[in-house]
T-cell receptor
Framework: KNQVEQSPQSLIILEGKNCTLQ??????????LRWYKQDTGRGPVSLTI?????NTKSNGRYTATLDADTKQSSLHITASQLSDSASYIC???????????FGDGTTLTVKP | DGGITQSPKYLFRKEGQNVTLSCEQN?????MYWYRQDPGQGLRLIYY???????QKGDIAEGYSVSREKKESFPLTVTSAQKNPTAFYLC????????????????FGNGTRLTVT
């Protein structure tokens, strides 16, 4: 069964600190992995996308990494801001059947 | 501005009533999707459509129905057969029809929160 597991489930950090969110997957055959940010009560917005040939992708203070061998991805947030408080969702797409599997998300709270 | 509009934002219905959630996009995207989001769970695919007048069941289609008569519109009806309809419903679109397209992320609306009592 294709699965995507994210950890931690929730995280609280102080403003200005860094944090790293994890995503492990068993999806096969792998096509690409996206990280989305979802603010409370809103729809998710794409942050980064990576294929198996890319191991790092940055978008401002967000840096995603991918290890296709171990099937692990991480999202690192640098110098966190209050506006980073959101749910971060890992989505893995696979090439047969053409579907995507969503992780349950990590809820990040940044406190002043 | 191009985007996806879902309406209404909040919807309340009595048990046993059918209800239709609206989703409109002006992005000229081919594919449209409906997802359901429950607290602490990942998004689950209800239905998707890759072309006008055609749609496919997702993982949790039972109790739901859709239509795709126009490229811009993909309404979702939650029927009385849906056992647990209270949830946050998200509509999305994608430029390309391929689910795994690298250059074609999902664009989401801001959701409709449905409460059935």
């Amino acid at each position: 069964k294709n699965q995507v597991e994210q950890s931690p489930q929730s995280l609280i950090i102080l403003e200005g600190k860094n944090c790293t969110l994890q995503c492990n997957y068993t999806v096969s055959p792998f096509s690409n992995l996206r990280w989305y940010k979802q603010d409370t009560g809103r729809g998710p917005v794409s942050l980064t996308i990576m294929t198996f040939s890319e191991n790092t992708k940055s978008n401002g203070r967000y840096t995603a990494t991918l290890d296709a061998d171990t099937k692990q991805s991480s999202l690192h947030i640098t110098a966190s801001q209050l506006s980073d408080s959101a749910s971060y969702i890992c989505v893995v797409s696979y090439t047969n059947a053409g579907k995507s599997t969503f992780g349950d998300g990590t809820t990040l709270t940044v406190k002043p | 501005d191009g985007g996806i509009t879902q309406s209404p934002k909040y919807l309340f219905r009595k048990e046993g009533q059918n209800v239709t959630l609206s989703c409109e996009q002006n992005l000229n995207h081919d594919a449209m999707y409906w997802y359901r989001q429950d607290p602490g769970q990942g998004l689950r695919l209800i239905y998707y459509s890759q072309i006008v007048n055609d749609f496919q069941k997702g993982d949790i289609a039972e109790g739901y129905s859709v239509s795709r008569e126009k490229k811009e519109s993909f309404p979702l009806t939650v029927t009385s057969a849906q056992k647990n309809p209270t949830a946050f419903y998200l509509c999305a679109s994608r430029k390309n029809r391929e689910h795994s397209s690298y250059n074609s992320p999902l664009h989401f609306g801001n959701g409709t929160r449905l409460t059935v009592t």
